[in-house]
């Protein structure tokens, strides 16, 4: 199908450029920009989990948020995980 554009005159030329660099059209590279958006876009759709929670937290705990995550490919830690040890701990020493 075909259409027609219109890009600022500097935009424009950073297309050419770029289009001259890899050698290509800048058809095809206007074709290439359009399908990685599109792609990316529907990545960015994607239902995010609920992290309100987040923001509750003071600022110096927020910073720390990512700090602990596993190096060695374990699943980061959960509340309900962090529960779970508490209950663990707490049944284990024998506390009532």
Not at 42 to 68: I, M, N
Not at 69 to 81: N, Q
């Amino acid at each position: 199908m075909k259409t027609s554009l219109d890009f600022p005159d500097p935009l424009f030329r950073q297309l050419k450029a770029q289009a001259a660099l890899q050698g290509s059209s800048i058809k095809s590279l206007v074709i290439d920009f359009v399908a990685r958006g599109l792609r990316e876009s529907r990545v960015a759709q994607a239902p995010q989990p609920d992290r309100s929670w987040e923001d509750q937290l003071d600022p110096f705990t927020q910073s720390l948020l990512g700090v602990a995550v596993p190096k060695d490919g374990r699943a980061v830690p959960t509340l309900e995980d962090f529960r779970a040890y508490q209950e663990q701990k707490h049944l284990g020493s024998g506390t009532p």
